[in-house]
């Protein structure tokens, strides 16, 4: 997967990030319109029991309107997606990375052998808006007219908008409150957009990486296992076994976790990739980047060797062209 360069970051974040917007975000209700959405559906009666075999939480008792987060491994426990299940009547719904739907259909697929599972990929289908802010609810009550203030993290309900099935789900939040809708690709919205402040892609992934949350291809990629991810709540130790099972458990039991997400600043640019070097050595990876909006600093997220990853820890960042001073801090990130 190709990174994003320190200029490209400057031209789209610096530029793009918007005070008010975040302000909004932080203390009212902002609205996103995702660029893509991973939307699968399984249906057959063996469905939670192959979703139990293949991924980390314990998901094959969930009842119809709720759901839970799991995590997709390798059989070397790698992060291939973290998904959230939500279970219906007769089928259960797939919440993916944006742009990995594809691939997990296909990884789920290669596991059913007699099992009574079909898989199929409407994500081509269906768009999404994220709710954010700590009015989101009454947001949503106003615009959508639905309650969802009672919802837990993955509880979802079943609404129309102008006659088209959508589905309003409760997802985790790095601004106290956060909601997803999917809805089918081409539903008008039922409100003028100047109601609600409209987030941008920059600025959603600034609130992102101060939240310390990661996303596929950064945070979360097949270099990484959900113990260092910081996916520890989205894992069952009480659970049978399930792919990547031995290797979690053993990292657990031994406390075999190499290393783990921190949050950096400098006043100088940080680069994704840019090596993380501690006491001369080379302690980790930055995986994020984005820059301040109300300040001239940089911040990102990085995995960083356990030993070394603490608040307040002066660091090197090194890249090809140029090594700077930096300064781990604790997550989530907050502006002086």
């Not at 990030?17 to 975040?22: E, F, G, Q």
Request: aromatic share 6%; hydrophobic share 45%.
């Amino acid at each position: 997967m190709s990174h994003v360069t320190n200029a490209e970051l400057e031209n789209v974040t610096v530029d793009a990030v918007r005070i008010d917007a975040i302000e909004a975000a932080y203390h009212h209700a902002v609205m996103y319109r995702r660029p893509s959405a991973g939307w699968l559906r399984m249906r057959g009666t063996d469905r939670l029991d192959l979703l139990q075999r293949l991924t980390t939480n314990d998901v094959v008792s969930l009842r119809p309107g709720t759901g839970k987060h799991t995590v997709l491994l390798t059989d070397k426990a790698r992060i291939i997606d973290v998904l959230a299940v939500l279970q219906d009547e007769q089928e259960t719904m797939l919440l993916c990375s944006d742009g990995n739907a594809a691939r997990v259909r296909q990884w789920l697929r290669n596991y059913v052998i007699m099992d009574d599972v079909q898989v199929s990929d409407h994500s081509a289908e269906v768009m999404a808006i994220d709710w954010m802010g700590p009015q989101a609810p009454q947001a949503i009550a106003a615009l959508l007219q639905i309650d969802v203030a009672t919802l837990a993290i993955c509880g979802w309900v079943d609404h129309t908008i102008d006659g088209a099935a959508c589905l309003t789900m409760r997802i985790p939040s790095v601004c106290e409150l956060s909601y997803r809708t999917i809805m089918p690709v081409g539903t008008p919205l039922p409100f003028d957009e100047g109601a609600i402040t409209v987030l941008n892609d920059a600025e959603a992934d600034y609130l992102r990486v101060m939240g310390g949350m990661g996303r596929l291809g950064a945070e979360w990629t097949e270099a990484y296992n959900p113990l260092e991810a910081g996916l520890l709540h989205m894992v069952s130790f009480a659970k049978g076994c399930y792919i990547g099972q031995e290797v979690v458990a053993r990292l657990d039991t031994y406390n075999k976790v190499k290393q783990r997400i921190v949050g950096i600043t400098s006043s100088q640019p940080l680069t994704i990739g840019g090596a993380v070097i501690i006491e001369g050595a080379d302690a980790g990876r930055i995986t994020s980047v984005v820059r301040g909006a109300r300040t001239p600093l940089y911040y990102g997220l990085a995995y960083v060797r356990h030993e070394h990853a603490l608040p307040d820890t002066d660091i090197i960042v090194r890249t090809d062209a140029a090594e700077h001073a930096a300064t781990i801090v604790a997550l989530p990130m907050q502006e002086s």
